[in-house]
């Protein structure tokens, strides 16, 4: 019963809190491991396009992390901003070792959404969503990540900021421009022909 109420404390607490109980606490660790894991191993996913690579990098994510919690200081930022700059340089690693293209799969996504519409109506949205994620794959970087942190893991302007080390202003200035960049990207190129008549 002890336990049970000693877990539960925990729920409660901040992460600053537990962090501090963590090197030293294997539940308190837990407990941040049950707040970030879902989060870690999303952002992962987005960025390898493999559930098994993405679960392999977590386990390191969170692996490197119980490693130095003894030696972990917040300086500022966040255990998740922190959680998440040690993911992304994990990712980074994994492509630049093992060679492989940055995906963001969509096959889940498309099969759910597009089950029950009509054949034309599936392949039209087929290519409207092959077409944005080729222009989503040449964003530099750290808009792709933006991207990710946004609609992927919900996370809001603030903790974007916090992660990418970026003021919330600088956050939103940032994803504005993204999605203009998007939309330019998108928009249907005017026919030659009509371009030539002006």
Known sequence: MALFGRKRHYKDMED???VVLAAYDKDAF?????????????????????AHDAEDLT????????GHMKTYEEKGVPFQAWLYRIAHNLVAN???DEGRR???????????????EAPEKLLED???KAALLRAIRRLPQ????LLVMKFVDNLSNAEIGSILGRTEGAIKSLYHRTLLALREEMRPAAPKRLVEER
Do not use: C, W
């Open 16 to 18: 600053a809190q537990l």
């Open 30 to 50: 837990g407990e941040l491991y049950e707040r970030y894991m879902p989060r870690i191993y999303n952002y992962i996913y987005y960025r390898t396009g493999n």
């Open 59 to 66: 386990a390191k994510v969170f692996h490197r992390a119980i």
């Open 94 to 96: 994994f492509h630049r």
């Open 102 to 116: 940055k995906i963001i799969p969509l096959d889940d996504y498309v099969a759910q959404s597009l089950r029950s």
């Open 126 to 128: 087929s290519e409207e």
């Open 142 to 145: 750290e808009r792709q990540d």
